[in-house]
C-alpha cells in the first residue's frame, strides 16, 4: 500500500496532481483550494477526518497528511507535476 504525503502548507489546489494519476485517485477539493485524495480511496479513516475538519473547510492549513492509497501504483506522476511540491509518495 501506498502512502500519498501531501504537505497542505504548500497545496494551493492547482490540481495537476489530479489530472496526471492514471488510477484516478487523487481530486481537487469543492472549493478547489486544496488537492486531495478521493475519499473512497482512503482507506485510513481517521486521516480522512482529520483532512475534512481541519484542512477542507478552511483558506490555510500547516497539516502534513499521509493518505493510505491502497489503489496507487506508486507511479509519482502526481510528485512529478506538482509546482508546488506539496505532496510525495512513499512505497
Given at each position: 500500500m501506498a502512502l500519498v504525503i501531501y504537505d497542505f502548507s504548500k497545496c494551493t489546489g492547482a490540481g495537476e496532481c489530479a489530472d496526471a494519476c492514471p488510477v484516478d485517485i487523487l481530486d481537487t477539493s469543492k472549493n478547489e483550494r486544496w488537492c486531495k485524495p478521493v475519499n473512497d480511496e482512503v482507506s485510513n479513516k481517521d486521516v480522512l477526518q482529520?483532512?475534512?475538519?481541519?484542512?477542507?473547510?478552511?483558506?490555510?492549513?500547516?497539516?502534513?497528511?499521509?493518505?493510505?492509497?491502497?489503489s496507487c501504483i506508486g507511479c509519482g506522476a502526481c510528485v512529478n507535476v506538482c509546482p508546488e511540491d506539496a505532496l510525495e509518495v512513499e512505497s
Amino acid at each position: 500500500m501506498a502512502l500519498v504525503i501531501y504537505d497542505f502548507s504548500k497545496c494551493t489546489g492547482a490540481g495537476e496532481c489530479a489530472d496526471a494519476c492514471p488510477v484516478d485517485i487523487l481530486d481537487t477539493s469543492k472549493n478547489e483550494r486544496w488537492c486531495k485524495p478521493v475519499n473512497d480511496e482512503v482507506s485510513n479513516k481517521d486521516v480522512l477526518q482529520k483532512y475534512l475538519d481541519e484542512v477542507e473547510p478552511n483558506d490555510a492549513s500547516t497539516l502534513i497528511l499521509k493518505f493510505d492509497m491502497p489503489s496507487c501504483i506508486g507511479c509519482g506522476a502526481c510528485v512529478n507535476v506538482c509546482p508546488e511540491d506539496a505532496l510525495e509518495v512513499e512505497s
